[in-house]
């Protein structure tokens, strides 16, 4: 099982760093995939600084997780990932659907069921206590 998750993790860190990169260097092109039009510099600039933050902190912390099989790392990236799902379903609810809506809730979805595995699987997975004094 371990090795599984560490398989799907750095699957998932590798796609993540490639569209971080991809956001970084082209984010026109790459916002494009994603369904976004950059008509400006300041569209251009929080599309290069935001998605590349989100993507390279997601990808840094599966690596990372599973490199060292240790559950703890995987908490930031796994937050990341439930907001982005969430916001994508309320908008699923508010606006409705959209030609292939269903592609990015998926990939979000695997990213936190095999995150949730990892930190349930992998040492370090419960929250350290408060201290006591």
Not at 35 to 64: H, I, K, Y
Not at 71 to 97: E, S, Y
């Amino acid at each position: 099982m371990h090795f599984i998750l560490v398989v799907l993790l750095a699957l998932g860190a590798l796609l993540n760093l490639f569209l971080g990169v991809s956001f970084f260097l082209d984010p026109a092109t790459t916002g494009a995939d994603f369904g976004l039009r950059s008509p400006d510099a300041q569209g251009l600039s929080s599309m290069r600084a935001d998605f590349t933050a989100f993507f390279l902190v997601a990808a840094l912390c599966e690596g990372w997780a599973a490199w060292k099989r240790r559950a703890d790392i995987l908490w930031p990236a796994l937050a990341l990932f439930v907001i982005a799902f969430t916001g994508r379903l309320v908008n699923l609810i508010v606006v409705g659907d959209y030609e292939l809506w269903y592609g990015p809730m998926t990939v979000e979805a695997l990213h936190i069921v095999v995150m949730v595995l990892a930190i349930k699987t992998f040492p370090g997975g419960r929250p350290i206590p408060a201290d006591p004094a």
